[in-house]
């Protein structure tokens, strides 16, 4: 990524803080369902819309993902936590209060290490805290002419808020430490993370400085991101709009923006608040939150093998190309089907390359679901071993994988019936071979007279000529022999 113009004279300074939604059925302080797309205003009840006489009761289920999330993002989870009323009011949050966590948080101190091109090796964005807190309602502007809608369906989803140190340097590096923080939370199955649906929603802070600088600059705040990409082009945005200013003399003011897609912009929605003006204060109804060690431990024996532990263990284990490690390990469930299907052909190279190139791009074109793809394990695997025992070339695999996702049948049956085994008997191959030579006098003259810079071109001449049936080590062997 090409450095922009301004980063000479200024450093960027971004923190993040992401909202998670919790998988939960229920809403953290009652029993209302948390479906998605459920009727407008459905899904609601005295606890969650915070009528007088109304008591919380805090969800078991809620305070289980939310300690997994904090073990999983590395921060220390402490026995003590404290629910705290964050007052203010706006229509999506009509009781006035959002009950959530302010100076006793559930958990500090992690860790998400980044990486990708741009972003220097080694480099790990720190997390500030983990706490909970509901969801507020959604506002929607969309539905009726003029006017804004309200859907009060959201509030009192659990969530938790993800808050980083403000360690991010570039749009890269904010877009990497959100993928692998998302990677991190589905891998902990404790949210499905799904930004279209709102699950997963980022607020940008950032402020430049001089490089060199410890003092941090004026921040403002992005708010409600809710994809990967518009995080990366409202960060490049925003930054540049305020070099542009502090370049002219003029001063950041402190402010909450809106991204716009649409229009590739940034505008302001409001001043931005502060602690003071939320006037947090102990949640009178709800008491402080205690954890044994014990059940904190058994949250953490519980999670699975990380992305990180995985990582380094497919390179050191496989020796697998980093590029291909970041593929396979995008979900727990395409590990799993790698390492399952690299122990049923006994080549995990090969059934890397082949997961990574044409089962991805096969799942991709045909839209197959998770799991329903034609082409199963057991078959693709005997394929594999088709192609390792050298039945069927490389070419010749592809093709058969093809006619796969339309024949149920084994693949050596398929092979044979199409005719697609590898053809090993010399005369054969010969034949093949005086063609190729006949049809290219002058690439087959300046080969027998020894450029032997040409054996490959002829080779896949060879190949060509029998539809990848040929068996390319015996076109190679006599080709050589008669160049003498």
């Not at 369902?33 to 007088?52: E, I, K, R």
């Not at 995008?330 to 049923?344: K, P, Q, S, V």
Request: glycine share 8%; charged share 25%.
């Amino acid at each position: 990524m090409t450095a922009p113009h301004w980063s000479q004279r200024w450093e960027l300074v971004v923190g993040l803080e992401v909202h998670c939604q919790l998988k939960t059925a229920t809403k953290i302080f009652c029993a209302c369902p948390t479906t998605f797309g459920a009727p407008p205003n459905s899904s609601t009840c005295p606890v969650c819309l915070g009528l007088p006489g109304a008591l919380p009761v805090l969800n078991a289920q809620a305070v289980r993902l939310a300690v997994r999330a904090a073990l999983a993002l590395e921060c220390t989870v402490h026995p003590v936590s404290v629910f705290a009323r964050k007052n203010y009011f706006y229509p999506d949050l009509p009781k006035g209060y959002q009950i959530s966590q302010f100076d006793r948080p559930l958990a500090t101190d992690g860790a998400v290490a980044v990486g990708g091109p741009g972003i220097a090796a080694g480099r790990v964005i720190r997390v500030h805290r983990v706490h909970m807190e509901e969801d507020a309602g959604k506002s929607v502007h969309d539905r009726f002419p003029a006017a804004t809608a309200i859907d009060l369906n959201r509030a009192g989803t659990p969530l938790v808020e993800i808050v980083s140190e403000p360690d991010i340097r570039s749009a890269a590096e904010a877009g990497s430490y959100l993928r692998r923080m998302k990677q991190l939370l589905e891998y902990a199955d404790v949210s499905d993370a799904n930004m279209e649906e709102g699950s997963l929603r980022v607020d940008v802070n950032l402020s430049l400085r001089p490089p060199g600088s410890n003092v941090l600059g004026t921040k403002t705040e992005v708010k409600n991101l809710n994809s990967f990409s518009a995080v990366e082009r409202a960060i490049e945005l925003e930054a540049a709009r305020q070099a542009a200013l502090l370049d002219g003399g003029g001063r950041v003011e402190q402010a909450t923006l809106l991204y716009d897609d649409r229009r590739q912009a940034v505008r302001p929605a409001r001043a931005k608040e502060g602690s003071h003006d939320y006037r947090y204060f102990p949640e009178p109804d709800l008491p402080p939150l205690r954890l044994e060690a014990a059940f904190v431990a058994g949250q953490a024996a519980a999670l699975p093998e990380l992305p990180p532990a995985r990582r380094e263990r497919l390179a050191r284990q496989y020796g697998l190309p980093e590029a291909d490690i970041e593929q396979l390990i995008a979900t727990a469930a395409a590990c799993d089907e790698f390492e399952r299907l690299a122990a049923a052909c006994g080549d995990p190279r090969r059934a890397a390359v082949w997961l990574v190139g044409p089962v991805t791009a096969s799942r991709n074109q045909g839209g197959w679901p998770d799991g329903q793809h034609p082409v199963g394990l057991d078959r693709l695997a005997a394929l594999i071993r088709l192609e390792i025992a050298g039945e069927v070339s490389n070419t010749a695999a592809r093709q058969l994988f093809v006619r796969m996702e339309q024949d149920p049948a084994e693949p050596a049956d398929i092979a044979r019936r199409e005719g697609m085994l590898q053809v090993r008997d010399a005369g054969a191959l010969a034949g093949w071979i005086d063609a190729v030579l006949a049809e290219h006098p002058a690439e087959a003259a300046r080969f027998l007279a020894g450029e032997r810079k040409l054996l490959g071109v002829l080779v896949g001449l060879v190949m060509k000529k029998s539809g990848g049936a040929a068996d390319p080590r015996q076109v190679n062997q006599q080709l050589s022999a008669r160049a003498g």
